[in-house]
């Protein structure tokens, strides 16, 4: 009996199921937006046999072009603010006692877990017209601003979702560092930030980079924040593409914008990945 | 200078967490304020919108009929694909296992907001209306890899020769593993399912493609009523969001490392 359940490759048996899955409703659907992008666009027809590039091309328009840099704009501010919130965070969560440790992570996750709609929805009524800042200003005398419906309202949105997903990766590598070395730095005459240039900041360089990735793809690709919180003039890629694909109905214009998005998140999620698999390695080397 | 780190830390974390937080404790202030306005600090104290939630039938539907329906089969399937997945991948050599690994977590790296437009333009492609099992499948997708990630924390902390000495005291492959290993991952299978679930419970740019007239999910409802400049009941849906979402995260920082999962 046990040789040939040896030999059958239980393993297909267990990894096909999600994998024909993800065949279906991953790659099949990714495919079919490539074939979209290539196809031209007909008001009247869902699809047209012959093949164009000009999907890719329109994206060299003055309109689209300002899209694309104002959506890597707003990204590239967006992991800037979330580097200087969350790494002094991440810092102080790795080097916390266990019970701070605990509290504060359920306090990291769970607004992270909550529907992006949501914390949305509280910064519109905390930046409102009559929201909270508005009604400070108004107390000490000074006039409301408008704050909402601006690019500041949308890095401010972006950094509140995306600011746990800088923390946890920064958190992961300083706890690697052994708490000894910044002992060990001090011992040997360093202050504390010469000892946390010279060994806590290098040390978690790969959590950071993994970091700052991972928010940049986020950010960019974001549609939930822009739409409710940004101005409609100053609209992100992922507006775009909502639109394109539900209100115009320019399916392969949507699709082309979607696979070069796609394809710029996804490269920068692997760079993300192979960052943190290699801090690992490194750390089993040791 | 000082050995120890800069004395602003401790404040500087505070007023992060406090920015961190501010929407969520707005928000839940706001749905028991009695101003249909959006007053913070509320004036006074009342359930009025929460009233209003439960008579309203669209709100009900999107979150009985829509969201928590599918939540819960989506954290179900996903937590019996997951672990045969994970099973698989921990368990087994073979050639191209890291290839697959990265295929099976492939669904995370992927906009959520793209996926959404591939799958709706796929679903169209096929003529295949919305309904809330468009709205399933497109949750399995997302929700799986979580449950990948928690099961196989939890077989890599665990012994492989448990199974094998039952195996050698007479119990067949399936046996040793109903009654040694399964056990022995409960808290990592509850943890990947409770995560498929709030996945599934909170996500918003798969549901703004695959939602149909029928099925509205309460993300994609409080959406459009953010939109329509709709009252306090869309607090008082939040809040109830933020609720269960809250508990949920407790008992998996309860029963496993929540950071395993994340």
């Not at chain 1, 509140?160 to 070395?181: C, D, G, H």
């Amino acid at each position: 009996m046990r040789p040939t359940t040896r030999t059958r490759p239980i393993w297909a048996f267990l990894t096909g199921p999600y994998a024909v899955f993800l065949v279906f409703l991953l790659l099949v659907p990714f495919a079919n937006v490539a074939m979209y992008s290539i196809h031209p666009y007909s008001p009247t027809r869902v699809f047209l046999p012959e093949l164009t590039l000009d999907n890719y091309r329109k994206i060299f328009d003055l309109y689209y072009l300002r899209l694309f840099g104002r959506t890597l704009r707003l990204g590239l501010i967006t992991t800037a603010v979330c580097v200087v919130l969350g790494y002094p965070l991440a810092y102080f969560l790795a080097r916390a006692m266990p019970r701070v440790q605990a509290l504060c992570l359920f306090l990291l996750i769970m607004p992270l877990m909550v529907s992006a709609v949501i914390r949305v929805f509280g910064w519109i009524v905390i930046l409102g017209r009559k929201g909270l800042v508005n009604q400070a200003l108004v107390a000490l005398g000074l006039e409301p601003v408008k704050l909402l419906y601006s690019e500041t309202a949308v890095v401010i949105g972006l950094v509140n979702i995306f600011v746990p997903f800088m923390v946890l990766p920064i958190m992961a590598s300083i706890e690697r560092i052994p708490p000894n070395l910044e002992e060990a730095a001090q011992n040997l005459g360093a202050n504390w930030y010469q000892m946390f240039r010279r060994t806590i900041l290098p040390l978690s360089l790969p959590g950071l980079i993994s970091g700052c990735l991972l928010v940049y793809s986020l950010s960019i690709s974001a549609f939930v924040t822009p739409a409710l919180m940004g101005n409609a003039r100053e609209r992100m890629v992922g507006q775009q593409v909502y639109d394109e694909v539900l209100v115009s109905f320019n399916w392969p214009s949507a699709s082309s914008l979607a696979l070069t998005l796609v394809l710029l998140t996804v490269g920068l999620m692997f760079c993300a990945l192979f960052a943190s698999r290699h801090a690992g390695r490194q750390e089993t080397a040791r | 200078m000082s050995a120890r780190p800069p004395r602003l830390l401790l404040p500087f974390v505070v007023v992060v967490y406090i920015g961190l937080l501010a929407p969520l404790v707005v928000v839940v202030a706001v749905s028991f304020g009695p101003s249909a306005a959006f007053e913070f600090p509320p004036r006074g104290l009342t359930l009025h919108w929460f009233e209003a939630f439960f008579a309203s039938q669209a709100f009900v539907t999107a979150l009985f009929r829509v969201s928590l329906l599918v939540g819960l089969l989506s954290a179900a399937l996903a937590t019996v694909l997951g672990t045969s997945a994970a099973l698989g991948l921990v368990r087994f050599r073979f050639f191209g296992r890291e290839a697959v690994e990265t295929f099976f977590l492939a669904p995370l790296l992927v906009p959520e907001i793209l996926l959404g437009a591939a799958l709706y333009l796929f679903y169209a492609r096929l003529a295949i209306q919305a309904s809330i099992w468009t709205l399933l499948w497109g949750h399995l997708v997302i929700c799986t890899p979580y449950v990948i990630r928690s099961v196989t924390a939890g077989l890599v902390g665990q012994d492989p020769r448990l199974e094998e000495a039952a195996m050698s005291l007479g119990a067949t492959r399936v046996q040793a593993f109903v009654k040694v290993t399964l056990p022995l991952l409960r808290s990592s299978l509850l943890s990947g399912a409770i995560f498929a679930f709030i996945i599934s419970f909170s996500d918003i740019n798969l549901a703004l493609f695959l939602s149909g007239p029928g099925s509205t999910s309460l993300p994609v409802h409080i959406f459009s009523q953010i939109q329509w400049q709709g009252d306090p009941t869309i607090a008082a849906a939040s809040s109830l969001q933020i609720v269960i979402i809250g508990i949920l995260i407790l008992v998996v920082q309860r029963i496993f490392r929540l950071r395993l999962v994340v």
